[in-house]
């Protein structure tokens, strides 16, 4: 259960972002959770003076497609990208194996290749979970990604 709200951060500590470029792709399933997700993240992005067009939205079919999503996204001189998705558990394993799959996935993108990409995937036990967290009463974990996502940008520039 979330403790804090997602949306919460110190904005103090937060690098300067506006010469980085970030990819987000973004999951259709549970399009009213990702699109939440999605809004987080790039509103974010801008307040941090992430410029419009350094923000490039990829679409793909569900979670799985995610993995490929950002293999292809780091291709796209980007400094970090991030990948939001929303799987909601249901009465089948199918749940247990997308979960995995897409989190292993996106692993071995990060040890891989040398632009980091942030797991912004909602594993939720209830439709009401994703909804608290995609902007609802637990905040947006999109907003969430995006500070992780700039953190990492500015690491990966500085080492």
């Known amino acids: 259960m979330a403790t804090t709200n997602l949306s919460e951060y110190d904005k103090t500590t937060i690098p300067d972002a506006k010469n980085f470029r970030f990819g987000i792709v973004v999951s259709e399933w549970n399009t009213h959770i990702t699109e939440g997700l999605y809004n987080g993240a ?21 979670s799985f497609e995610l993995i490929y999503g950002a293999k292809k996204m780091q291709q796209q001189h980007v400094n970090a990208v991030i990948v939001i998705g929303s799987v909601i558990k249901g009465e089948t394993k199918h749940f247990d194996f997308v979960c995995d ?30 909804i608290d ?27």
């Open 101 to 130: 799959g897409v989190t292993q996935g996106i692993k071995d993108l990060n040890v891989l290749n040398e632009t980091p990409v942030i797991f912004c995937v909602l594993t939720d036990d209830t439709e009401q979970q994703a």
């Open 42 to 62: 790039k509103n974010t992005l801008l307040e941090h003076g992430v410029k419009p067009e350094n923000i490039i939205k990829w679409d793909v079919p569900g």
């Open 133 to 159: 967290r995609s902007g609802g009463k637990h905040g947006n974990k999109g907003t969430e990604a995006a500070v992780v996502a700039i953190k990492m940008a500015d690491l990966r520039q500085k080492i």
